[in-house]
């Protein structure tokens, strides 16, 4: 029988090698992890050290002792490999408990070593004794008992990516002080920054000092005082190091196999690198992106597992291509969740992929049922054809399963036509009848249909200096709350009667407060003989972004 063996035995690893075994019992399996723990909860971490998961043993959703009694599994905790040799087909490991070296050989070689934490060469930061980065067990130890026993009281993170925006929560759980620091304008990279916005405001109701577009550019004081690029100087008692991971490549790399421009291992759609000997699957390797067919690098939780169980059928003959990953993911914000699936605009553009989007701002259930609760969100899509290219969604109720259920649709090549079509589970308390994906789905097809212009939130300010008309079609009652400087306001139930205002010679913009009464008046203006464009997400869009 083959000889499996597999380095590292978390998410990927421990997967596969459960997975061999159902395929075939007689199979020998060798995982060779680092660290002390296999197939624990990576994703678990921060709610431990928020005081959410009460149990540290929680954290171990299988232990070396279980996978061992019930698969047979040969498992070399505590151990590291430290070379690859193709040619012999072994690998060089070392007890990292004894100091022990020795070789093992294999059949074939599983690789799933993960990704690990970017530490930026910042002035000092490598005399800062209290500046944690976050990606296993120990990591975590040694933070919760930090705050155990050092008491802090200000917290910095820096990186606002799903895991340094979970840590702000956390942090706030256990009563500190926390600044949020990230050098792009917008936190939750995943997001488009109108969507990111409504996750500030969150985090700033729950008194984070939200610090965006600076990066800290020294550690003094052993990292007591973070320095920031214009000059401002942190107190940080405890500092998180959240600047983002990138692929364990180094033994791969060495071995002589390809990684690509992401860093990640290069895999062929069965993840065989190209020693046909050595798979490759997790955080490090690269993926094709399943809705732009380019190369990435997506280092989540889904993809390592499905990864696992399809390169043990791989290794056993049952042929199953990995189909790429869109990157669909959410992280709980306090009250919000903010997922997202797919491309957004940030990235077609990028990309040079001509899109279209749409924005809505429905309730997450029936609006006379009590407790629906407001929920953004925004398609993107092919204006030509109804392709969808990705989604987000950042509100307290439903955000997960409408992403859920678009990240459906992606993988089954649907359109936004077929949103439309889409039967959803409806009672009052849960959706509404039109559920928002299918209000997504009507909106994104009246582009497509040619029966609404869009125009985005973001253009508005440079189209009114520039001497557009922008109509704001909601009542005068409304505008005391606030709205888009320049633009003059007819309400729609009076559009009708005040035609005579509205030149025909140049192009009319209209807008309302989520941009469904807009579409109302540009079906009207359009009927009438205008180039008229509607304000996607209507003056709320528009309002997060300021
Ligand atoms: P890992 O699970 O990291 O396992 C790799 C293992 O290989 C490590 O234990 C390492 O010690 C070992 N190893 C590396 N090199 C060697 C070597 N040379 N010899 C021996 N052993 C080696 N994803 C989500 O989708 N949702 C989430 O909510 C989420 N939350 C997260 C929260 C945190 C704090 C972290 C750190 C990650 C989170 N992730 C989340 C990401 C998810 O955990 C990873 O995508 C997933 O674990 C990747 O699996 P993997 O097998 O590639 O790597």
Request: glycine letters at 10%.
């Given at each position: 029988s083959k000889k499996i063996v597999i380095v590292g035995g978390v998410a990927g690893g421990a997967t596969a090698a459960a997975r061999i075994s159902r395929l075939d019992k007689q199979a020998h399996v060798v995982v060779f992890e680092r660290?002390?723990?296999?197939?624990?909860a990576n994703c678990g971490l921060p709610y431990y050290i928020g005081g959410v998961?009460?149990?540290?043993?929680?954290?171990?959703?299988?232990t070396k002792e279980k996978l061992t009694a019930r698969y047979g599994f040969d498992i070399r905790a505590l151990t590291e490999v430290t070379a690859i040799n193709r040619d012999q087909k072994t690998v060089s490991a070392k007890n990292l408990a004894t100091g022990e070296t020795y070789e093992e050989r294999y059949d074939v070689l599983v690789l799933s070593p993960g990704a690990k934490p970017v530490v930026p060469p910042i002035p000092g930061i490598n005399e800062a004794a209290n500046a944690f980065t976050l990606r296993n067990v120990p990591d975590t130890d040694k933070i919760h008992d930090f705050i155990e026993k050092k008491k802090p009281q200000n917290a910095v993170i820096i990186g606002g990516g799903f895991i340094g925006v979970e840590m702000a929560e956390s942090l706030r759980e256990r009563h500190l002080n926390v600044t949020l620091i990230e050098k792009q304008e917008q936190v939750m990279a995943p997001l488009d920054p109108e969507l990111a916005a409504l996750v500030h405001d969150q985090l700033r109701l729950n008194d984070v000092n939200l610090v965006l577009g600076k990066g800290v550019s020294a550690f003094e004081q052993e990292g007591t005082v973070l320095t920031l690029e214009d000059g401002t100087k942190l107190q940080s008692d405890l500092t998180i190091l959240a600047i983002g991971v990138r692929p364990e490549n180094e033994l791969a790399k060495a071995a002589g196999l390809d990684i690509g421009e992401t860093g990640g291992i290069v895999v062929n759609q069965f993840l065989q690198t190209k020693d046909e000997a050595i798979y490759a699957i997790g955080d490090a390797i690269e993926v094709m992106d399943r809705v732009s067919g380019r190369s990435v690098h997506i280092p989540l939780a889904w993809p390592a597992n499905r990864q696992g169980r399809i390169v043990a059928d791989n290794i056993f003959g049952k042929k199953t291509p990995y189909k790429g990953t869109m990157g669909t993911g959410i992280a709980k914000v306090f009250d919000v969740a903010a997922a997202a699936t797919g491309n957004n605009e940030k990235t077609l553009k990028k990309y040079g992929i001509k899109y279209a989007a749409v924005h809505i701002h429905p309730s997450?259930?029936?609006?006379?049922?009590?407790?629906g609760m407001p929920l953004a969100m925004k398609l993107t899509f092919d204006?030509?054809?109804?392709t969808i290219f990705g989604a987000q969604a950042v509100g307290a109720k439903g955000a997960d399963k409408r992403i859920d259920v678009i990240a459906t649709a992606i993988a089954g090549g649907l359109t936004v036509h077929d949103l439309q079509d889409l039967e959803l589970a409806y009672a009052p308390p849960f959706s509404s009848a039109k559920d928002p994906v299918n209000m997504l789905g009507y909106a994104a097809a009246n582009i497509v249909d040619g029966e609404v212009q869009p125009v985005y939130a973001q253009e508005v300010d440079r189209i009114v200096q520039n001497g557009g008309l922008l109509i704001d079609?909601?009542?005068?009652?409304?505008?005391?709350?606030g709205f888009i400087e320049g633009s003059v306001n007819i309400p729609l139930n009076d559009l009708k009667d005040r035609?005579?205002?509205?030149?025909?010679d140049k192009p009319v913009y209209v807008s309302c407060q989520v941009g469904m009464r807009g579409y109302l008046a540009s079906t009207l203006l359009r009927q009438e003989g205008y180039d008229v464009h509607n304000v996607s997400g209507g003056y709320k869009t528009y309002a997060a972004m300021k």
């Open positions: 660290g002390d723990h296999v197939s624990y998961i009460k149990e540290r043993d929680a954290l171990f959703v299988q997450s259930n029936a609006g006379y049922y009590p407790g204006p030509e054809n109804g079609v909601r009542d005068p009652m409304e505008r005391d709350a035609l005579a205002e509205v030149p025909k």
